[in-house]
């Protein structure tokens, strides 16, 4: 019952964002596809104009909006859950269910995280769906590897939202923490520019990256595009862990805070 | 141990610069109405969040039901039913979603229940909880922690916001319904009349310390006002009486036990009985609370220590 509760508390958010997702992949793909669209000016050129059309709608979708939406919704959603509780100063009524706290928390994460997949899948599908109209061209199916990227990056962020509203006991203050330290992450680039001789030294001349999620999302996607970029193992393996990380993070905190 | 709905054993819960809970020991036999009184901030909601796992105790040790405090916790939760002092459930549920989302909890529940108490207590079931009166809101607490099938409801301070009709008709489902198939019911209160319709056992907690944990009968049969009329009376040690006030010649005496006893005593020391009276709960309970005794649990024999008293 409490993956139901949990459900319908985040419900209203996440149909907005599937509207939001929907409504920008979908007729944005058509529209790029369209005779004498965006994309339909090269034709006869260097690209064709299905290959161009893969090209804009990979580049400007893929790696821009659905990364941004998708990561904005991450953060949205995470709020809803335990931080809901605090707000309504309904933990004592919950955590005198007979359930264990993990239980809880692992439920309540669980539904944030499936509905993270639903939004990354309905994007993905989405502009595969308006592509394969569009062009009917077998580029298309390169779409579908991004959803894993696209998952992991934007449950990477949704996790740490998520931890951040339970230890702060509260949804405002971990949204606020969660976007704060995503907006800072984005220098992170920066940071590893002005750090790479130390980073050289202490990784004993082994490559160290510091990759924001926006990066692993690029990435990712960058891979799916033009393959023969490789795909951002690294930065991939870091997010996964930090995304089930924060979680047990979460649960240990909830398992040792009194009511 | 084992027998007891709830037994603990020098409970203790601090906070900084705080000892919400005293070296608390309680034993709360099955199938009984349990009174647990106390004034604000003696440590009763703290105890019972001991006892229900939101809390941890600094030392001590306990069970419910026979499972142990903060190891057991949700076999303890199974089989407990709680309603909180602050009543604060899902604002955006009405009771019928709340309802639905307790239900799947216990294998227990009984939607029967459901339709009897919603019905009894008037609720409106199909208004968001945060839309719902004070009262109504109390009211559907009470209806989700009836309709678990508990062995134990725990409630504290059940009766907020409730008119005395509600009162009336909630205290009847306790006494009929509840008690009537063997389960156990600890209120915490400050309602002492409500309690005193009830109650079979009564524990008085002050400081975080019980002053008292006794059946409601022995207390009322052995508990007396004993007022006399004398001049210079002697010094003595009685460890069942305490003077409580002295005007002029009247003097006014609680007295534990053998209280005719008692007044024999004084009747032969030269001083005139004016009155030997039963005591409500209320005043013992604030005569207890006015002399902050800490004591064991046990018979109303044991509730003290031995005290001097003037005479």
């Known amino acids: 019952m409490y993956v139901w509760k949990c459900w319908r508390d985040s419900r209203a958010r996440f149909i907005f964002f599937l509207i939001v997702i929907l409504a920008v992949c979908v007729p944005f793909t058509i529209y790029a596809g369209r005779p004498g669209g965006p994309t339909d000016f090269r034709e006869g050129g260097p690209l064709s104009g299905v290959g161009h059309l893969w090209s804009w709608v990979s580049t400007v979708l893929l790696q821009t909006l659905i990364p941004l939406i998708v990561m904005f919704a991450a953060l949205v959603l995470a709020p809803s859950s335990v931080g809901q509780e605090y707000k309504e100063q309904t933990l004592g009524f919950l955590f005198t269910r007979p359930r264990s706290r993990r239980y809880l928390n692992r439920t309540c994460w669980s539904v944030g995280a499936c509905e993270i997949l639903g939004l990354v899948v309905a994007a993905v599908l989405g502009t595969f769906g308006a592509l394969i109209c569009v062009s009917r061209h077998v580029y298309a199916w390169r779409l579908l590897g991004a959803i894993l990227p696209l998952f992991v990056g934007a449950v990477a962020v949704y996790s740490m939202t998520y931890s951040l509203t339970i230890l702060t006991r509260s949804g405002e203050k971990g949204l606020s923490y969660g976007l704060g330290i995503l907006v800072v992450s984005l220098f992170l680039p920066l940071v590893e520019l002005q750090l790479s001789p130390w980073l050289w030294h202490l990784s004993h001349g082994h490559a160290l990256h510091l990759s924001s999620v926006l990066s692993l999302m690029w990435g990712g996607c960058g891979w799916v595009i033009a393959p023969e970029g490789g795909f951002p193992t690294g930065t991939f393996i870091l997010y996964g862990v930090l995304t089930l990380a924060f979680p047990v993070f979460a649960q240990l905190i909830l398992e040792r805070r009194e009511v | ?311």
């Open chain 2, 1 to 311: 141990m084992n027998d007891m709905a709830i037994w603990s054993e020098k409970l203790v819960k601090t906070y900084p610069g705080v000892r919400a809970v005293d070296g608390l020991s309680l034993n709360v036999p099955r199938g009984v109405v349990y009174g647990f009184l106390g004034r604000n901030g003696a440590g009763k909601s703290s105890t019972i969040r001991i006892l229900l796992g939101l809390a941890r105790a600094t030392e001590g040790h306990g069970t419910v039901l026979g499972f142990a405090i903060g190891r057991e916790q949700v076999a303890i939760l199974e089989r407990t039913a709680y309603v909180s002092e602050g009543k604060a459930l899902y604002g955006g549920l009405t009771p019928w979603e709340l309802v639905r989302f307790t239900r799947g909890f216990y294998p227990r529940w009984s939607d029967r229940a459901v339709r009897k108490y919603s019905q009894l207590l008037e609720i409106p079931m199909d208004r968001p909880f945060s839309k719902l009166s004070q009262g109504n809101r109390t009211k559907v607490c009470l209806l989700l922690a009836l309709s678990q099938g508990a062995d134990l409801l725990i409630f504290d301070e059940p009766a907020t916001g409730l008119d005395p009709v509600v009162v009336d008709v909630f205290l009847r489902i306790l006494a009929e319904d509840v008690v009537g198939e063997g389960r156990t019911v600890f209120i915490s209160s400050h309602q002492l009349s409500d309690v005193e319709q009830i109650a079979d056992w009564v524990g008085l907690i002050d400081h975080g310390r019980l002053l008292l944990e006794a059946r409601l009968d022995d207390i009322k049969s052995q508990f007396r006002w004993v007022t006399a009329v004398g001049r210079d009376l002697p010094q003595t040690n009685l460890p069942e009486a305490f003077l409580m006030a002295s005007e002029g010649n009247f003097h006014k005496y609680l007295v534990k036990k053998d209280a005719e006893a008692f007044a024999a005593e004084l009747s032969r020391q030269g001083a005139t009985v004016a009155e030997v009276s039963p005591m409500s709960l209320r005043e013992i309970f604030l005569a207890l609370v006015r002399m902050e005794e800490p004591c064991m649990s046990g018979n109303v024999g044991e509730i003290a220590a031995p005290v001097s008293s003037s005479f």
